[in-house]
């Protein structure tokens, strides 16, 4: 499993990856803070950017906060870097 560093930036005007913040990968979403929508979002666009299944994408710390930890399930370092390279502006 390997596990990616986001800062979450609710109530964006869409959902994209925008770029970094020191370690932590920028990541904008529609959602809402709210009931967990903003976590599932942002889950999303990593499942998607790096092509994977969202099922395979979880939020291991930060479930409350705007600076989580995710765990990816089957991807490996090389493709995670490079398919977040290729999304960032």
């Known amino acids: 499993m390997q596990t990616l560093s986001v800062r ?7 959902n ?3 770029g970094s913040r020191g ?13 967990g929508k903003a976590n599932a979002a942002a889950c999303k666009v990593i499942a998607e950017a790096v092509g ?9 710390r930060g479930a409350t906060s705007r ?5 990816l399930e089957g991807v490996s370092a090389e493709e995670l ?3 977040l390279d290729e999304r960032r502006p």
Do not use: F, H, M
């Open 81 to 83: 870097e490079r398919a």
């Open 67 to 71: 600076d989580k930890l995710l765990g």
């Open 23 to 35: 370690e932590r990968v920028v990541v904008r979403v529609t959602a809402p803070p709210v009931d």
């Open 16 to 18: 994209e990856i925008g």
């Open 8 to 14: 979450v930036v609710p109530r964006s005007n869409r």
């Open 52 to 60: 994977i299944p969202r099922s395979r994408v979880t939020v291991i």
